[in-house]
């Protein structure tokens, strides 16, 4: 059962309104729409899209900073009804999910199959000060490539977070596909690892429905099961496959009481939002 309590229209690809645009050669815009995942009962940190920082939920601060974004639509998707009232309170568009979702990307499935747009992105509820250029620049992937699978933003590591375990490392290959994600320092340097550049996984996604739509039906295997990364089904699986854009961003997700605590002491001016 889904329900969208704020008025929600995405933009869909009208014969009529590019019908002049095709005739000139220009190719229709894809419809994107943004989502925002947001689980009440997290694990390690339980609450945490309504925590306060600076007297606002960490919720709301990511939602503004979509909202600054070239993407016209987003919704946060829940799946708690206290999330949902924050929403409608703050008119910050809003959609139930259900409480079995494994993770983001499931969630976006069951957004996808209310709520049609040619593409989704997806963009963690717990990154307060995601980069809105980072939003952009995944959402322009989108609207140049020719996009099949799953694409991750990704960004270069600190390597001073190289053994943290709440950072997802990530292996690039070639064409800037992605070989591997590890909460492990992946990859591994036997000799001297100065020179070796590591890579992160950002919160930040973008695939099309029927591809979110297909994982959620792909079981999950055991290296998803073992390191708890969403990503690893698509490693796991044949039929799809991942991909890495590259943005500058700080990667700041808050995923334990530490992270909380430490991005509370942060200056306001930290989070405030550019002008774009």
């Given at each position: ?81 206290r999330i949902e ?128 739509r297909n994982y959620s ?60």
């Open positions: 059962m889904f329900a969208c309590f704020y008025p929600l229209q995405c933009r869909t690809t009208s014969p009529a309104k590019y019908s002049t645009l095709t005739e000139a050669g220009v190719p229709a815009e894809k419809s994107v729409l943004a989502v925002i995942p947001a689980r009440y009962a997290s694990s390690r940190l339980p609450g945490k899209p309504l925590l306060k920082i600076h007297g606002r939920p960490m919720i709301w601060w990511v939602a503004k900073r979509v909202a600054r974004s070239a993407v016209e639509e987003y919704v946060v998707a829940t799946d708690d009804a009232l924050f929403c409608k309170e703050n008119h910050i568009p809003c959609m139930m999910t259900s409480t079995l979702c494994a993770n983001g990307t499931e969630r976006i499935a069951e957004v996808s199959e209310a709520l049609e747009a040619d593409y989704y992105i997806n963009v963690q509820g717990d990154e307060p000060l995601i980069n809105v250029d980072a939003i952009n620049k995944v959402y322009t992937h989108i609207q140049s490539c020719d996009v099949r699978g799953f694409v991750q933003a990704i960004a270069p590591l600190d390597t001073k977070q190289i053994y943290d375990e709440s950072v997802v490392k990530v292996a690039v290959s070639g064409a800037s596909r992605i070989a591997y994600l590890s909460r492990s320092p992946i990859p591994f340097c036997k000799a001297d690892n100065s020179a070796q550049i590591y890579f992160r996984c950002m919160g930040l996604y973008a695939y099309s429905g029927v591809f979110c039906r792909t079981p999950q295997g055991n290296l998803e099961q073992a390191e708890q990364i969403e990503q690893l089904r698509c490693i796991e699986s044949e039929s799809l496959s991942i991909e890495g854009v590259m943005v500058e961003d700080e990667g700041i997700s808050i995923d334990t009481c530490q992270d909380y605590q430490a991005v509370c002491s942060m200056p306001f001016e930290k989070f405030a939002l550019e002008q774009h």
